[in-house]
């Protein structure tokens, strides 16, 4: 049971470092004239954050997703090396 916990949580890993350096990958590839499909992508989240005052405490919640071509090309690259290992 344990080894597949741990297999659960490399494959999070795998992803999230996929999809982290594809999408520093295709921001510096915007730079390159005919790389710039790689940045090709959509952006969502909440524009404006929701804060929560509570007279002693103030909590501001706030999330942006930012999805470009390199970024799924690095997810796809990471699950089938976890598929290999």
Known sequence: MATRDKNIWILIVFILSGLVLGGLIGEIAS???FLWWLSYGQEFGLSTPIELDLNIIKFTFALMFKI???SI???L????VYRKI
């Open 77 to 80: 690259i990471a699950v089938f």
């Open 68 to 70: 470009n071509v390199a």
């Open 31 to 33: 730079q390159v004239d």
């Open 73 to 75: 090309i690095g997810l």
